[in-house]
């Protein structure tokens, strides 16, 4: 299905002849939230948190009209303190535009400095694809030169704990499977490396190439 071009991000400079999108989207809220800011996560010490407040309380004999009124002074900073996390997230998707040409990868991103990262598909080496419950997912770029790749300034777009070679990341993107499958038919195209690129499908351990050719066990 081709995009709307009304309804395409507006990109920081016009696309030279020749080029066209493929794909433009954005990370999904609940990815980012989820996984990059890790509010389940906080929620959970929250509740762990409140729970030894009330036992401790209780324990020691306060009052129930003094237990409720201590726990709901600790509530009130924990649930604002969730709630910043959830507007960071939607601060950061809304700032966020990955888009997919016939020629290279760009990331837009920044909420208080709005920056952009321009990747040739010709310097990709690898792609990997890790999906989720809900058809979202992550898709790592293995670059072949990563000595300009800043771990710190492309957070969350980067893949966790690849410090030493960063790889910048389509994060939490909707229909991860079928975005990976339209960037490895651009990716087959072109010369270098990316022409033997595969997407591996890390939840279920195999290596497969999204344009449906044999899959492979990828090794431990």
């Known amino acids: 299905m081709k995009q709307d071009p009304s309804q395409l991000h507006e990109l920081s400079s016009p696309l030279p002849e020749g ?32 729970a030894w407040k009330l ?41 966020t535009t990955y888009t997919i040409t016939s020629k290279r990868v760009l990331l837009q991103f920044g909420v208080a400095l709005p920056m952009s990262m321009t990747i040739p598909l010709s310097k990709i080496a690898n792609v990997d694809l890790r999906t989720n419950g809900d058809g979202s997912g992550d898709i790592p770029l293995q670059l072949a030169d990563t000595k300009r790749v800043s771990y710190v300034l492309l957070w969350p777009h980067i893949r966790p704990w690849r410090l030493r070679a960063p790889e910048p990341m389509l ?18 195209g072109q010369p270098g490396p990316s022409a033997q690129s595969l997407v591996q499908v890390a939840n279920s351990g195999l290596s497969k190439d999204p344009l449906g050719n044999p899959s492979a066990p990828v090794a431990a």
């Open 19 to 50: 080029e066209r999108v493929i794909w433009q989207g954005k990370p999904t809220f609940k990815g980012l939230a989820v996984r990059s800011f890790h509010i389940r996560e906080a929620g959970i010490y929250v509740g762990l948190f409140l």
């Open 55 to 95: 036992w401790s309380y209780w324990s020691n004999g306060m009052a129930t009209s003094d237990m409720v009124g201590s726990t709901v002074a600790l509530l009130v900073p924990c649930l604002g303190g969730m709630a910043l996390l959830a507007l960071l997230a939607w601060l950061f998707r809304r700032a």
């Open 171 to 188: 994060n939490s993107v909707p229909e991860a499977a079928s975005v990976a499958a339209k960037l490895a038919e651009a990716l087959a």
